[in-house]
């Protein structure tokens, strides 16, 4: 069964810091994708970063980061000089069956929830 | 605005009734999605279609709960008979057509929260 964990369920920052979120995963399948996304509190998930399965570069996008490594399972996720409006709830997510008619459905992870103080 | 979209954003409801829920997905996705989120949890997979066929259901979609899509654009999500254990925050997500080459990404619409007294 596909299985995302996040461990951290809430980490605290004082803006400007660096913080990484982690995520492990668990599939049987060859064939899958990664996600991050961010959940403000009006609830809106809103859609960060896609990774598929052969694709191990790491990506950065402006103080976003993501460390993609198969053989550790894991999909971390890194910002880079917090700032309080990146205080939200973090979502890692794994969407399973592309080769075999799952129809992409996603497991999500239970969430990280980060709050970035002044 | 382009974006999924759902109606109502919130609703209060007494146990025992029926509610029923919108979305509308970013036009010419052909897939669309349910999905379920509890307090302090990561949204949990009910159901999609592609174009008006509901190919998978999870069992978390119990008999009191109908997903219909009936010309391939907006969705509904009724709940009869609603309970208090139903309460939670019901998100709508749509992508598009693989067959065209579409990306893979469901991108979210804002969510309906209903509370069940």
């Known amino acids: 069964a596909q299985k995302v964990t996040q461990a951290q369920t809430e980490i605290s920052v004082v803006e400007k810091e660096d913080v990484t979120l982690d995520c492990v995963y668990e599939t049987r399948d060859t064939t899958y994708y990664l996600f991050w996304y961010k959940q403000p509190p009006s609830g809106e998930l809103v859609f960060l970063i896609r990774?598929?399965?052969?694709?191990?570069q790491n990506e950065i996008s402006g103080r976003y980061s993501w460390n993609f490594q198969k053989s550790t399972s894991s999909f971390n996720f890194t910002i880079t000089a917090s700032q309080v409006v990146d205080s939200a709830v973090y979502f890692c997510a794994l969407s399973e069956g592309i080769l075999t008619g799952g129809g992409n459905k996603l497991t999500f992870g239970t969430g990280t929830q980060l709050k970035v103080e002044l | 605005d382009t974006g999924v979209s759902q109606n109502p954003r919130h609703k209060i409801t007494k146990r025992g009734q029926n509610v029923t829920f919108r979305c509308d997905p970013i036009?010419?996705?052909?897939?669309l999605y349910w999905y379920r989120q509890t307090l302090g949890q990561g949204p949990e997979f009910l159901t999609y279609?592609?174009?008006?066929?509901?190919?998978?259901k999870s069992r978390l979609l119990s008999d009191r709960f109908s997903a219909e899509r009936p010309k391939g654009s907006f969705s509904t999500l009724e709940i009869q008979r609603t309970e208090q254990g139903d309460s939670a925050m019901y998100l709508c997500?749509?992508?598009?057509?693989?067959?065209?080459?579409?990306?893979?990404?469901?991108?979210f619409g804002p969510g309906t929260r209903l509370l069940v007294l």
């Open positions: 036009s010419e996705h052909n897939r």
């Open positions: 990774r598929n399965s052969f694709d191990e």
């Open positions: 279609f592609q174009n008006e066929a509901q190919l998978e």
């Open positions: 997500a749509s992508r598009s057509n693989e067959l065209a080459g579409g990306e893979e990404t469901q991108y």
